[in-house]
């Protein structure tokens, strides 16, 4: 499966330069939704700290999938955790290699380092979204975790189930290429997980944001 690299020199690309906001992900009836850019580029802080300490009891290495600023790569590598951040953009990749994290520039379906033997992949802030198809980035997600490995997902905070073509929206109201995103809540993504052989270990709720931590079954 290929994913076009939609947020390469668009309003998202610019905001990572900047670390400043606001942007929007709109949808093509209108409809958008803020993204918390100002978040993704500040350290890691809050809900954050639940998933660093789940990558750091694993005591393995960490894949980062949808990485962008570099947050948490660079809080897993102040807390001694092997990680590599992936990222289609080239400007989130760059600004994660600034801060000291290492990170390439390349889909998550691409061929990656070490595939079958991360400890953990970590697919956070809205990230199942990526490609528009979450079975399909779950399969590449069991993929890539070792036997025993997991894979730590965010999911919506309410049950929702959608797809859509959605555009980056800047503050002055540019608008980058369309690609296909998606939404999933907790029961959503578990039935796509079982679909993918994967099954829950665990879920948690933290400061408002839900994840689920998913083990090959």
Same mark, same amino acid.
């Given at each position: 499966?290929?994913?076009?690299?939609?947020?390469?020199?668009?309003?998202?690309?610019?905001?990572?330069?900047?670390?400043?906001?606001?942007?929007?992900?709109?949808?093509?009836?209108?409809r958008r939704r803020r993204l918390d850019i100002e978040r993704w580029c500040a350290p890691a802080a809050g809900a954050d700290h639940s998933l660093?300490?789940?990558?750091?009891?694993?005591?393995?290495?960490?894949?980062?999938?949808?990485?962008?600023?570099?947050?948490?790569?660079?809080?897993?590598?102040? *807390?001694? +955790?092997? /990680?590599?951040?992936?990222? $289609?953009?080239?400007? %989130?990749?760059? !600004?994660?290699? &600034?801060?000291? #994290?290492?990170?390439?520039?390349?889909?998550?379906?691409?061929?990656?380092?070490?595939?079958?033997?991360?400890?953990?992949?970590?697919?956070?802030?809205?990230?199942?979204?990526?490609?528009?198809?979450?079975?399909?980035?779950?399969?590449?997600?069991?993929?890539?975790?070792?036997?025993?490995?997991? *894979?730590? +997902?965010? /999911?919506?905070?309410?049950? $929702?189930?959608?797809? %859509?073509?959605? !555009?980056?929206? &800047?503050?002055? #109201?540019?608008?980058?290429?369309?690609?296909?995103?998606?939404?999933?809540?907790?029961?959503?993504?578990?039935?796509?997980?079982?679909?993918?052989?994967?099954?829950?270990?665990?879920?948690?709720?933290?400061?408002?944001?839900?994840?689920?931590?998913?083990?090959?079954?």
């Amino acid at each position: 499966m290929t994913v076009a690299a939609a947020w390469v020199d668009d309003p998202f690309a610019d905001a990572v330069r900047t670390g400043r906001g606001p942007l929007w992900l709109r949808r093509e009836d209108g409809r958008r939704r803020r993204l918390d850019i100002e978040r993704w580029c500040a350290p890691a802080a809050g809900a954050d700290h639940s998933l660093l300490l789940r990558c750091a009891r694993l005591r393995a290495p960490v894949l980062d999938l949808g990485c962008g600023p570099g947050r948490l790569v660079t809080a897993l590598l102040a *807390l001694g +955790v092997p /990680v590599l951040g992936v990222d $289609v953009t080239g400007a %989130a990749v760059a !600004r994660t290699v &600034g801060l000291g #994290g290492p990170a390439l520039c390349r889909s998550v379906f691409d061929r990656l380092p070490a595939e079958g033997r991360w400890g953990a992949a970590l697919l956070a802030d809205g990230n199942l979204g990526i490609g528009g198809d979450p079975g399909a980035l779950l399969r590449r997600g069991a993929e890539l975790i070792a036997p025993d490995g997991q *894979l730590l +997902v965010e /999911v919506e905070p309410r049950e $929702v189930e959608e797809r %859509a073509l959605v !555009r980056v929206e &800047g503050p002055d #109201g540019r608008l980058g290429p369309a690609f296909p995103w998606a939404r999933l809540g907790t029961a959503a993504a578990l039935r796509r997980a079982r679909a993918a052989g994967l099954v829950e270990a665990e879920r948690w709720t933290s400061y408002g944001r839900r994840f689920l931590a998913l083990r090959k079954a």
